[in-house]
């Protein structure tokens, strides 16, 4: 009888302890974690907000592009009218008129960022979080730490804000290339898990 529950109480560790990277949201489904900052605020979702940095200190002035994805539970729209960096950056910029999340849809989640954080007021080095406030028209306001993370591995692939480089250019501008638009389409609402 011992061995059968000495059985148990290990497959019961292994279990839990394979389970130790799942999180739940409050409808108590499961999520894989992510490396960015989460929140759950009325009827919204922001999930994975990161800011991707660079290898070394950015020194002041420089521009680093913010990601994440914001989900809409509610069946009406709301925008992300503001973020604050805590003075840490000069200005948070956002698409003209704020970020729209249609009601029952998501922005986000792509290689596109949907904010800029311009002009470092201090140097900044990769691998620790900021906080940021996002204040929402009809879902709130909530502040999290979010992370800094160093570019590489799948970040490279990620685009800087339009018109912008992640860090200061040493040297002098080259042909304009054409970049990607910061109004970001709704997507489908994701399904399943």
């Known amino acids: 009888m011992r061995g059968i ?4 109480c290990v497959a019961a560790t292994a279990v839990t302890a394979a389970c130790g990277d799942l999180k739940q949201d409050y409808y108590t489904q499961t999520i894989p974690q992510n490396e960015g900052a989460n929140a759950n605020l009325p009827g919204l979702l922001l999930r994975n907000a990161f800011i991707i940095g660079s290898l070394r200190p950015a020194p002041p002035g420089t521009d680093m592009p913010m990601y ?3 989900l809409n539970e509610s069946g ?6 503001s973020v604050d960096a805590g003075g840490l950056f000069r200005e948070a910029v956002l698409p003209a008129g704020g970020l ?3 009601g029952g849809k998501y922005v986000g989640g792509t290689a596109l960022p949907q904010v800029l954080l ?3 007021t201090r140097p900044l080095g990769s691998g620790g979080t900021i906080p940021v406030t996002f204040r929402f028209q009809n879902a709130g306001t909530v502040r999290l730490e979010v992370p800094v993370l160093p570019p590489g591995t799948w970040r490279s692939t990620y685009s800087p804000w339009p018109g912008t480089s992640p860090s200061p250019s040493p040297g002098p501008p080259g042909p304009a290339s054409p970049s990607p638009s910061p109004a970001l389409s709704p ?3 994701p399904t399943g898990g």
């Open 5 to 8: 529950l000495a059985a148990v």
């Open 68 to 70: 994440m994805m914001l």
């Open 76 to 81: 009406r729209a709301d925008r992300l009218v």
């Open 100 to 102: 729209e999340i249609p």
């Open 118 to 120: 311009a002009g470092l």
């Open 187 to 189: 997507g489908p609402s």
